[in-house]
């Protein structure tokens, strides 16, 4: 087998069709894997800055361009200062660098300002990062628990349009309960809006098995029912007391629901009022909210205690404003991690 030992400073690409790059052009690879002049669009990779211009005006691929892979260069900025030397640098176009730019293409950093609109950049692909943010000890929380929120916002949203629906059935009541209470609350999205649509569910629930447990004198119901009544009346201030009473709500509203005691004329259950949703549960991965963080970041992390359930690390996902940290397993309140966010 022969080898055959090429100058790692210089490699050539193809170039993409009907595509012109001039010398000293910051060079990118594109979504087809084709080299074309550098901008600050999603998905293209930095390779180093073009050593020798050529002009393509044929497929993808017929010619060629030689990119410098690592090196220094003088290139204008759009504003950098004296107290970025050393900060990683992104792509703003083919021939201008920043310490931002759109999508985060990165480029190399600053070694040298010489103005605030030129600067000596750095380039080499590869082992280019800038520190974001870091956490040397986070404790993980219910409040974080990606699947709780998941489910929990999926279980009140269908117990919220089904008790609306059962209290305004005349098939099954005397009387319509008033909606106000629950109807000008919103459908949650988030744990601050799950713990107030929880709260307004457990109020217009409660009203409602307290008119079905009278002796008589009866506003909605026909009959004295059976008492369904909650076992936890307490304020919905956590994730796990949303899980507690959203659970506890869908049994006892279905059992409530399907009694033909109570219910004008021993009306049977309308199945379609009865609640499928699955009960909320903790899942195995947390969002850790990170307001520095953005999606492409790297999370560097480790587990420095593994809590209770005794989990191990899978993955770790950085978002705009969040990472979101996996587990082997539910990760309960007790598994306290560290990690760095580093940009490329």
């Known amino acids: 087998m022969s080898i055959r ?16 790059i001039a010398k000293d052009d910051l060079v990118a690879i594109n979504a087809f894997g084709y080299a074309i002049p550098a ?39 759009t504003s950098i200062a004296t107290t970025q030397v050393g900060d990683a640098m992104y792509v703003v176009d083919k021939n201008t660098f920043d310490e931002t730019g759109a999508n985060n293409i990165a480029c190399g950093y600053l070694v040298k ?44 949203t269908e117990l919220k349009t089904d008790i609306l629906l059962h209290a305004a059935s005349l098939v099954r009541h005397g009387a319509a309960q008033s909606p106000t209470v629950l109807s000008a609350v919103s459908l949650a999205t988030d744990l601050a809006s799950l713990k107030v649509l929880t709260a307004a569910l457990k109020v217009f629930y409660a009203a409602h ?38 659970n506890d709500m869908k049994a006892k509203f279905n059992d409530h ?34 307001a520095r963080v953005a999606a492409g970041d790297l999370i560097y992390w480790t587990i420095l205690n593994d809590g209770t359930n005794n989990v191990t690390g899978v993955s770790a996902v950085a978002s ?24 490329l």
């Not at 909650?230 to 994730?239: D, G, V, Y």
């Not at 109570?262 to 009306?267: F, L, V, Y």
């Not at 404003?321 to 560290?338: H, K, L, N, Q």
Request: hydrophobic share 45%; proline share 2%.
């Open 5 to 20: 030992l090429f100058r790692a400073d210089k490699i050539k690409y193809p170039v993409y069709t009907a595509t012109t």
């Open 39 to 77: 901008t600050a669009t999603a998905g293209l990779r930095f390779v180093g800055v073009c050593a020798k211009g050529v002009a393509n005006a044929g497929a993808s691929g017929a010619k060629e361009v030689e990119v410098h892979r690592t090196g220094v260069v003088s290139m204008a900025a």
């Open 113 to 156: 300002r010489i103005s605030a609109t030129v600067g000596w950049l750095y380039f080499g692909v590869g082992g280019i990062t800038k520190p974001i943010s870091a956490d040397g000890g986070y404790t993980t929380t219910y409040a974080s628990n990606v699947q709780a929120l998941s489910l929990g916002i999926l279980l009140s």
């Open 209 to 246: 098995n307290a008119d079905a447990i009278l002796a008589n004198t009866w506003v909605y119901h026909a009959a004295q029912a059976k008492d369904c009544v909650l076992a936890s009346l307490a304020a919905p201030t956590t994730m796990a007391l949303c899980l507690a009473i959203l």
């Open 257 to 290: 629901e399907d009694e033909t005691t109570g219910h004008t004329g021993g009306s049977s259950s309308i199945t379609a009022h009865q609640i499928i949703a699955a009960d909320m549960s903790y899942g195995a991965a947390v969002k850790v909210s990170d």
């Open 320 to 343: 705009d404003g969040y990472i979101t940290f996996t587990f082997s397993g539910d990760a309960v309140e007790d598994t306290i991690i560290s990690y760095q966010a580093v940009r």
